[in-house]
């Protein structure tokens, strides 16, 4: 994908998954620009953070390794 310098980002995605992403964005009450803004926000922000290992137990002692 070619990268320029203009504000623009174009990605080519399937028809369908298209009007399933804005069926839903529409459902929420956002569009898709404020809706990407706030993913790619998140994403930049998250770059920084280290995650933790998490296990879900059911009591089980197996269960109790990290991983």
Request: no cysteine; glycine share 8%.
């Given at each position: 994908?070619?990268?320029?310098?203009?504000?623009?980002?174009?990605?080519?995605?399937?028809?369908?998954?298209?009007?399933?992403?804005?069926?839903?964005l529409?459902?929420?009450?956002?569009?898709?620009?404020?809706?990407?803004?706030?993913?790619?926000?998140?994403?930049?922000?998250?770059?920084?953070?280290?995650?933790?290992?998490?296990?879900?137990?059911?009591?089980?002692?197996?269960?109790?390794?990290?991983?």
């Amino acid at each position: 994908m070619a990268v320029g310098p203009s504000g623009r980002i174009v990605v080519e995605i399937d028809p369908e998954l298209k009007q399933e992403l804005y069926a839903a964005l529409e459902q929420d009450g956002v569009n898709l620009k404020q809706w990407f803004l706030e993913r790619v926000g998140e994403h930049l922000r998250s770059r920084g953070q280290l995650s933790l290992p998490l296990t879900i137990s059911d009591g089980d002692a197996a269960d109790r390794k990290y991983r």
